[in-house]
């Protein structure tokens, strides 16, 4: 049973540009998490996701982030005219019922030029 | 606001000896609590859990103490091995917040053979 699955690894975007990150969860989980590490931080909740709808966006910036999970497909993080201060470690997890049961991808390093 | 605290940075043990590591949280509404432990590169692997109803949990080597009137947890390794050596974070969820985790900041666990 593959684990939660998230690509690309590393990712290098000049400022301004767009940053795609897709995050595959563990078959049979239908509940995505974003979460974001900035250096030195612990993980910092973005946002929650099931098949087709947004739960809880509390924590996603207001402007150039929007995330979502389609029915068919992995959940793709996307972000918009990136800045020096998204440079970060994004992780996904994954969980069967929408609880506390999380499993996280290897994540995806940002990193803004 | 930090609702997660782990105020140690680092903790260097040697092998065979216990690890403990430490957490406190500030809000009243969480009552479930998880260890990650996370290598560099890599995703937080789950290690342990503890529901607000408990106060104490063990799996192996692992044991997590829950002393809610102090909001404090804490993370038992017995005996410590070099291959623990890792980062380790806590986090807590609130019934209310559809799993939404809230991280410390982490603590580097170092065991020395």
């Known amino acids: 049973n593959a684990g939660v699955m998230q690509n690309p690894r590393h990712l290098v975007r000049r400022r301004g540009q767009e940053a795609r990150l897709r995050c595959s969860p563990m078959k049979g989980h239908s509940h995505v998490y974003w979460y974001r590490q900035l250096p030195e931080e612990g993980l910092k909740f973005m946002v929650y996701?099931?098949?087709?709808?947004?739960?809880?966006e509390s924590g996603m910036p207001k402007e150039r982030f929007s995330a979502e999970f389609p029915k068919e497909g992995p959940s793709i993080l996307r972000i918009q005219q990136v800045v020096r201060g998204d440079s970060a470690a994004y992780f996904c997890?994954?969980?069967?019922?929408?609880?506390?049961?999380?499993?996280f991808g290897p994540g995806t390093r940002l990193t803004v030029l | 606001d930090q609702q997660v605290k782990q105020n140690s940075p680092s903790l260097s043990v040697q092998e065979g000896r216990i690890s403990i590591l430490n957490c406190d949280y500030t809000n009243s509404m969480f009552d479930y609590f998880l260890w990650y432990k996370k290598y560099p590169a890599e995703g937080p692997t789950f290690l342990i859990s503890?529901?607000?109803?408990?106060d104490k949990n063990e799996d192996g080597r692992f044991t997590v103490f829950l002393n809610k009137s102090a909001k404090h947890l804490s993370l038992h390794i017995v005996p410590s091995q070099p291959g623990d050596s890792a980062v380790y974070f806590c986090a807590a969820s609130g019934s209310t917040s559809y799993g939404k985790l809230t991280f410390g900041q982490g603590t580097i666990l170092t065991v020395h053979p």
């Open positions: 503890i529901s607000s109803i408990k």
């Open positions: 997890a994954s969980s069967p019922q929408g609880n506390n049961e999380q499993f």
């Open positions: 996701l099931q098949k087709e709808n947004i739960i809880d």
